[in-house]
């Protein structure tokens, strides 16, 4: 770990290397959230360092979808209202949570944990893949449901399509309906100012009137 400046105490430079690990965080603003936190009331900072250790010590893998939680199964594995036969693929945990927002989706999730990118060097391997097409060729056996569809819906760049197409090709010859969000322009959105990606597959999604 770089030491930010020598004449700091080390529990403060500590602190501002560890801010600086973070993503999006730069040294600036690593110091000025720690001497944010050494003025702060001590319940403040201290109830911060509770809720990171609960981070780590309360939170696990879902067993099924690998979504993050503390109960195993997740509330939605859990839940025997929701369609159990259909999984939605997403990259990450907060994907979940946006659809979830939307109220429009009441099947099952997967979570990757990421996309495939070579150039990171990130593999299928390196990702929850497998646990996906384990739990894609499981349903209908034992306990587990039977899966009708899968929905990708990884995001529409470069990585997300090509890891959408490595999944649509592991699951192709499986009985299992292997589809993929509609893409459009947004709401509010001007034609003239949509990408190509964008414009290219609304024309693919469009739909009749
Ligand atoms: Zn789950």
């Given at each position: 770990?770089p ?7 080390p529990?403060?430079?500590r602190?501002i290397d560890a ?5 999006g ?10 001497y944010y936190l ?9 109830s ?7 981070l780590k010590?309360?939170?696990?893998f879902c067993?099924?979808c690998?979504n ?9 594995c859990?839940?025997p ?6 999984i939605c693929v997403?990259e990450?945990?907060l994907?979940?949570t946006a659809?979830?927002?939307?109220r ?6 997967h ?8 150039m ?9 893949v497998?646990e996906?097409?384990?739990?894609v060729?499981a349903g209908?056996?034992g ?10 819906a990884?995001?529409p ?9 490595y999944?649509?090709?592991k699951?192709?010859?499986t009985p299992?309906?292997v589809?993929?969000l ?5 709401v509010?959105?001007?034609l ?9 597959r609304?024309?693919e999604?469009?739909q009749s009137?």
């Amino acid at each position: 770990m770089p030491q930010v400046n020598k004449t700091l105490p080390p529990s403060v430079s500590r602190l501002i290397d560890a801010f600086t690990q973070l993503p999006g965080i730069g040294p600036k603003s690593a110091s000025r959230l720690a001497y944010y936190l050494l003025r702060a009331p001590s319940e403040e900072a201290m109830s911060l360092a509770e809720a990171l250790r609960d981070l780590k010590t309360r939170t696990r893998f879902c067993s099924v979808c690998m979504n993050i939680t503390e109960n195993n199964p997740c509330d939605v594995c859990a839940d025997p209202t929701r369609d159990h036969s259909v999984i939605c693929v997403v990259e990450e945990p907060l994907d979940v949570t946006a659809i979830e927002r939307s109220r429009s989706f009441n099947g099952v999730y997967h979570v990757l944990h990421g996309v495939i990118s070579p150039m990171n060097g990130i593999g299928p391997d390196e990702l929850k893949v497998h646990e996906l097409l384990t739990r894609v060729s499981a349903g209908g056996t034992g306990e587990s449901p039977s899966v009708h569809e899968v929905i990708l819906a990884t995001n529409p760049t470069l990585e997300g399509e090509n890891t959408a197409a490595y999944i649509q090709r592991k699951l192709a010859g499986t009985p299992v309906k292997v589809t993929r969000l509609a893409r459009g322009l947004p709401v509010g959105g001007d034609l003239e100012y949509a990408d190509e990606i964008t414009l290219s597959r609304a024309l693919e999604g469009r739909q009749s009137m």
